[in-house]
């Protein structure tokens, strides 16, 4: 792989001298996932077929929500954008009643994670030209949230001073997980609190159980997911695997705010193919990408009823059946045929 950090246009640092203005910095939620795994263990203790991040699988609130009180901790309502489905617009409108409401985005089809960042980032450009994003799953756990927080503030500065970056955040393994994406750290290029920011030097999506051994051993980090990066960076990288789809997304700006705007989108998502923003970019290890290790603490992507009964563990929930209103933790009935689903 390349040493060289492809031509990408320079924007001002997020943390500039004082006296001048910073660069502004919007959260990207996706909540598109249909949470396919976890839906028997929904089933069972909600009744119904709502995406884990709709209910409160782990919390007195469900994940989406959660997902949002901790990204107002840095990045404030109305620059969070929810990317989510036309079919989820009923769960998601629900989630955002009685808050400070963050903008929303309904894809008219599922075209996986590439579209969905996509599609979030060219609506942020055309507001926000020098804006840096952050990109956050909906559905995931995190206990210290003060601290993930503050981790990701500092790499926001970071992508501020380096605006040809895209760092993901990544989190110690503590198992050959087949189900994660695993980053292999490079040299380092800076130093934030948690440590140190390095270049990306291999990315496995998925890997098969030798390799999965492989990058446990040879200290390579999970995936979360989440990740920041100048919007025009994003954009940028995009062409590279979704042309079709930005060419359309680009046209459809001549239609904004008119009725055809939402038939112009339906196209380019009609041409656009599925793509995963993994497989499609981060698998490619293009050299633009560094990654930061988060500080010791407790997450989890909450993607199988195994690692969502392991969180109730590590919170001391033996019996989940009530809810602690210190720690607000939901109750969960049924924990033992939830355990198996």
Same mark, same amino acid.
């Given at each position: 792989?390349?040493?060289?950090?492809?031509?990408?246009?320079?924007?001002?640092?997020?943390?500039?001298?004082?006296?001048?203005?910073?660069?502004?910095?919007?959260?990207?939620?996706?909540?598109? =996932?249909?949470?396919? !795994?976890?839906?028997?263990?929904?089933?069972?203790?909600?009744?119904?077929?709502?995406?884990?991040?709709?209910?409160?699988?782990?919390?007195?609130?469900?994940?989406?929500?959660?997902?949002?009180?901790?990204?107002? +901790?840095?990045?404030?309502?109305? !620059?969070?954008?929810?990317?989510?489905?036309?079919?989820?617009?009923?769960?998601?409108?629900?989630?955002?009643? =009685?808050?400070?409401? /963050?903008?929303?985005?309904?894809?008219?089809?599922? +075209?996986?994670?590439?579209?969905?960042?996509?599609?979030?980032?060219?609506?942020?450009?055309?507001?926000?030209?020098?804006?840096?994003?952050?990109?956050?799953?909906?559905?995931?756990?995190?206990?210290?949230? =003060?601290?993930?927080?503050?981790?990701?503030?500092?790499?926001?500065?970071?992508?501020?001073?380096?605006?040809?970056?895209?760092?993901?955040?990544?989190?110690?393994?503590?198992?050959?997980?087949?189900?994660? =994406?695993?980053?292999?750290?490079?040299?380092?290029?800076?130093?934030?609190?948690?440590?140190?920011?390095?270049?990306?030097?291999?990315?496995?999506?998925?890997?098969?159980?030798?390799?999965?051994?492989?990058?446990?051993?040879?200290?390579?980090?999970?995936?979360?997911?989440?990740?920041?990066?100048?919007?025009? *960076?994003?954009?940028?990288?995009?062409?590279?695997?979704?042309?079709?789809?930005?060419?359309?997304?680009?046209?459809?700006?001549?239609?904004?705010? *008119?009725?055809?705007?939402?038939?112009?989108? #339906?196209?380019?998502?009609?041409?656009?193919?599925?793509?995963?923003?993994?497989?499609?970019?981060?698998?490619?290890? /293009?050299?633009?990408?560094?990654?930061?290790?988060?500080?010791?603490? *407790?997450?989890?992507?909450?993607?199988?009823?195994?690692?969502?009964?392991?969180?109730?563990? *590590?919170?001391?929930? +033996?019996?989940? +059946?009530?809810?602690?209103? #210190?720690?607000?933790?939901?109750?969960?009935?049924?924990?033992?045929?939830?355990?198996?689903?």
């Amino acid at each position: 792989m390349s040493d060289t950090v492809p031509p990408f246009r320079k924007a001002a640092g997020l943390r500039p001298p004082t006296g001048q203005r910073s660069a502004p910095v919007w959260a990207i939620v996706l909540a598109g =996932g249909e949470g396919v !795994r976890l839906r028997p263990l929904v089933r069972e203790l909600f009744g119904d077929e709502r995406p884990k991040q709709y209910v409160p699988l782990i919390g007195a609130v469900s994940l989406l929500r959660q997902t949002l009180n901790r990204v107002g +901790r840095v990045i404030p309502s109305e !620059r969070t954008v929810v990317v989510s489905h036309q079919h989820h617009s009923r769960h998601v409108e629900r989630e955002l009643g =009685g808050a400070p409401a /963050p903008h929303t985005l309904f894809q008219p089809q599922d +075209r996986g994670t590439g579209a969905a960042v996509l599609f979030a980032a060219h609506w942020i450009r055309q507001r926000e030209r020098n804006a840096t994003v952050v990109v956050f799953p909906s559905d995931h756990f995190v206990l210290e949230e =003060g601290v993930f927080m503050a981790h990701v503030a500092d790499v926001i500065a970071f992508v501020g001073r380096n605006p040809e970056r895209l760092v993901l955040v990544g989190a110690r393994p503590t198992e050959p997980d087949l189900d994660y =994406g695993w980053i292999k750290p490079g040299e380092q290029l800076a130093l934030v609190s948690a440590g140190p920011i390095c270049r990306v030097r291999g990315f496995w999506e998925k890997p098969d159980p030798d390799k999965a051994h492989h990058c446990l051993a040879a200290g390579w980090l999970w995936n979360t997911m989440v990740f920041a990066v100048k919007a025009e *960076t994003l954009i940028e990288a995009g062409w590279e695997f979704l042309p079709t789809f930005l060419e359309r997304l680009t046209r459809s700006t001549a239609f904004a705010g *008119t009725p055809h705007e939402a038939w112009a989108i #339906r196209q380019a998502y009609a041409l656009a193919p599925t793509s995963d923003f993994s497989r499609s970019l981060l698998q490619d290890c /293009p050299s633009f990408l560094a990654v930061s290790q988060l500080p010791p603490l *407790t997450w989890s992507d909450l993607g199988t009823p195994a690692r969502a009964m392991q969180v109730l563990g *590590t919170l001391g929930i +033996r019996s989940p +059946r009530t809810v602690d209103p #210190r720690t607000k933790v939901a109750a969960l009935t049924h924990a033992e045929n939830a355990q198996s689903a």
